[in-house]
């Protein structure tokens, strides 16, 4: 029988905010995003349910799930990780289609499924899995570098762990800048009983 | 930097299904179960969205937030356990809201947040969260043992880690009582890279 681990609080400040403004998964810098139970109102992952895709081998491509991948947190800390495993300057967020970028939370990548973040604006995010990096993003980065070669491929071998958590909308809310956020982790997630 | 645990896999089977048909949250025992991305349609639980109650009290009660509380599964182990616990014969998963009864799985209520459940039939539930046993439930099972006083406070203390896990409809489909289902539990639940 396991233990239960203790909660783990972090404070955290949104670095960034980023979303979709064409047809592909390319981000680009906003001072404020609105959230709805459905994600980012006119975003390519808004939705209450998507097809499934190559991240879900066990469904046919093209199963209608419940979207619970609305939206891309990253971290500054895990960004330059790959950036350095990788030999290049720097990632941007917004090249590998983050939505919010977030500091203070060490090891953000590993923020277990069901982990609560409460923005102080109102609006809380539900974790629901570290992200595979793929080489989708490793060529939006490689064009940011014409003179090197591989860095589509290098991309998913580097990043692996460091490519921050997909999240879901659990309340509603408008970000902003600047502002801070509460993160609740347990390690075994247990919802208090009704009073 | 945690280690990533490999997957755990559990090969289940239904041995019972129920669904709600009053105001209360008491079950009764149905032979299939449709489920679709609102939950068990006509289910008191059934929604995308839910209102915060008593188990929220990081939110003002009666806050709207996604629904990832639609159904309740119980195995008959948890359940055995924690009647010894509280010297009753037995507990019956409708008396305190049970839908889908699953037999096969080694502590049940420790599933951690994000497991997925593959039901033969197609429909997928996707973990929530362990549910904390309360009073009403107990107020429920003290019913059918009238010579009995305080089995309502009894419960919540016997059956903690005993009552189950929270989980919502990521696929849609139709359960049929003795179908099989696998359940995939990753301790630290990574995605795959799309391909």
Tied chains: 1, 2.
């Excluded at 499934?52 to 939206?71: A, C, D, V």
């Excluded at 941007?92 to 500091?103: F, Y």
Aim: with cysteine.
């Amino acid at each position: 029988m396991i233990d239960i681990t203790p909660a783990q609080r972090f404070e955290t400040c949104i670095e960034g905010l980023y979303k979709t403004f064409t047809e592909g998964f390319v981000t680009a810098p906003v001072e404020t995003l609105s959230l709805t139970f459905e994600g980012i109102p006119g975003d390519r992952h808004a939705g209450f349910t998507r097809p499934s895709g190559g991240r879900e081998p066990w469904y046919t491509r093209g199963t209608e799930i419940r979207n619970e991948r609305q939206i891309t947190i990253l971290s500054p800390d895990d960004l330059a990780e790959a950036a350095k495993g990788m030999e290049i300057d720097r990632i941007e967020p917004e090249w590998i289609g983050g939505n919010i970028l977030l500091s203070g939370v060490p090891d953000l990548s590993y923020l277990p499924a069901g982990t609560l973040i409460y923005f102080e604006s109102g609006a809380t995010l539900a974790v629901q899995a570290m992200n595979g990096p793929c080489r989708f993003s490793g060529a939006e980065i490689a064009k940011h570098y014409p003179g090197r070669e591989g860095l589509d491929l290098l991309f998913p071998k580097v990043a692996r762990r460091l490519r921050g958590v997909l999240a879901w909308v659990e309340k509603p809310g408008t970000l902003r800048i600047g502002e801070t956020a509460r993160i609740q982790v347990l390690e075994q997630w247990i919802y208090p009983a009704a009073e």
